[in-house]
């Protein structure tokens, strides 16, 4: 895997406000893991959400965040390794899904 990628949150994937990070998915860290793959758990004022790689990738290592930090757009989240044809070029490197329930 010779492309070493940072995960960062853009303005367009937050809801008009800042997140606030919950915790990690310890389970997703120091392997390869598959595009979807939640790695993280945040919330905003409106309710939670969950962070996703959107590609496939090892995930590697965790920025120093503690549960109530606040995600603000352009925050690094993550860092993944990957082959250049696993990329998501064009697009965000995270999915955030807010839950609707």
Known sequence: MP???KVEILPEQ???EDLIFDG??????QKYV???TPFAH??????PCTLRL?????????????????IIAGS???????????IPYGRPYCQVDFDFS
């Open 42 to 47: 945040a919330h905003d004022s409106k309710g």
């Open 14 to 16: 937050l809801r008009g």
């Open 76 to 86: 690094i989240i993550a860092f993944f390794d990957a082959n250049g044809e696993d």
């Open 3 to 5: 492309f070493s990628c």
């Open 54 to 70: 959107a590609g496939p990738g090892y995930l590697r290592a965790k920025p120093n965040w503690n549960p109530g930090d606040r």
């Open 34 to 36: 598959v595009a979807g």
């Open 24 to 29: 990690w998915v310890e389970q997703s860290w």
